[in-house]
């Protein structure tokens, strides 16, 4: 299974940008799909995820409001729209795939494939 994220780049403080991860190898219908980030300096953050089973989205208090997590299964692809973008957005952005249990979404250790990482940078 490979995760390709892509979508990232610079944006000034109050734009928009939207991420994309692609899936091959498997269905992404069988993956719960998540989205973390490290900002330079922090340990890796939890942003994001959309269930494997109804889809419903869970979101850090962070980002809740601002951004928004969504799948396409028939395109295999799952998205992260960020928009109102804070300059303590700044990070790498990974798409990870898995099926933890509600109570351990936020735990990245449970996820069992990941991409590559982009970069999003909000400047002022």
């Known amino acids: 299974v490979q995760l390709q994220a892509s979508g990232g780049g610079s944006v000034q403080a109050g734009g928009s940008l939207r991420l994309s991860c692609v899936v091959s190898?498997?269905?992404?219908?069988?993956?719960?799909m998540a989205w973390f980030r490290r900002a330079p300096g922090r340990e890796r953050e939890f942003v994001a995820t959309?269930?494997?089973?109804?889809?419903?989205?869970y979101y850090s208090d962070s980002v809740k409001g601002r951004f928004t997590i969504s799948r396409d299964n028939a395109a295999n692809t799952v998205y992260l729209q960020m928009n109102s973008l804070k300059l303590e957005d700044t990070a790498v952005y990974s798409c990870a795939a898995g099926n933890p249990i509600l109570s351990s979404i936020r735990d990245a250790n449970l996820y069992h494939y990941w991409g590559q990482g982009t970069q999003v940078t909000v400047s002022s």
């Open positions: 190898g498997a269905t992404l219908r069988s993956y719960g």
């Open positions: 959309i269930r494997q089973s109804g889809g419903r989205t």
